[in-house]
């Protein structure tokens, strides 16, 4: 059974820095396409990241790029989302979310979530 | 960057009905479009992809079709536990949602 679980939300000042973590099991972890997908309070699904296979290509919204990164440990089975210089409209619901074997797949597996509120 | 502009927002709808949403992308995409629906307070779950393609376990009353720039997801024969939000997402270059469209069931 395909299980992601996302840690490391929580309620900080803007400017600062967080981490995400999203644990992965149930798959070969290193096969498959992964993504960041946020969701403000109230709001639609907006897409944050997503990262190949290999970890070697990522890909990232402009409204995050240059702050965000992402990155993976296909040993760890486990997805990162650093981000920096954090502001209020980063608020938001933080999914994990499996594709398939190529960037163009769906998410066809979607964590529970990590809540990220940024506040001064 | 992709736009995709979903109709309507928001629909009000009785058991039983059919009910069509569709989504428009602002540029050719093929059938690189995807549907989720998204219950409250839940996470969303993929229904159709590559704009027709059904998922195993989703129930079959639920179906996609069209390309390039116009999408149709329709819900035939709408039960209560249909009511959620519903988006599309394109993967053909990057990633980009839809907007939503809130289903409610009188």
């Known amino acids: 059974e395909v299980q992601l679980l996302e840690s490391g939300g929580g309620l900080l000042q803007p400017g600062r820095s967080l981490r995400l973590s999203c644990a992965a099991s149930g798959f070969i972890f290193s096969n498959y396409v992964m993504s960041w997908v946020r969701q403000a309070p109230g709001k639609g699904l907006e897409w944050v990241s997503s990262?190949?296979?290999?970890?070697?290509?990522?890909y990232y919204a402009d409204s995050v790029k240059g702050r965000f990164t992402v990155s993976r440990d296909n040993s760890k089975n486990t997805l990162f989302l650093q981000m920096n210089s954090l502001r209020a409209e980063d608020t938001a619901v933080y999914y994990c979310a499996k594709h398939g074997m190529v960037v163009v797949s769906p998410g066809d597996y979607w964590g529970q979530g990590t809540l990220v509120t940024v506040s001064s | 960057e992709i736009v995709l502009t979903q109709s309507p927002d928001f629909q009000s709808v009785t058991p039983k009905e059919t009910v069509t949403i569709t989504c428009r992308a602002s540029?050719?995409?093929?059938?690189?479009l995807h549907w989720y629906q998204q219950k409250p307070d839940q996470s969303p779950k993929l229904l159709i992809r590559?704009?027709?393609q059904s998922i195993s376990g989703v129930p079959s009353r639920f179906s996609g079709s069209g390309s390039g720039t116009d999408f149709t997801l329709t819900i035939n024969s709408l039960e209560a536990e249909d009511a959620a939000a519903y988006y599309c997402h394109q993967s053909y270059i990057l990633h980009t949602f839809g907007q939503g469209t809130k289903l409610e069931i009188k």
């Open positions: 540029q050719n995409i093929g059938t690189s």
């Open positions: 990262i190949s296979g290999n970890g070697d290509t990522p």
């Open positions: 590559y704009a027709s």
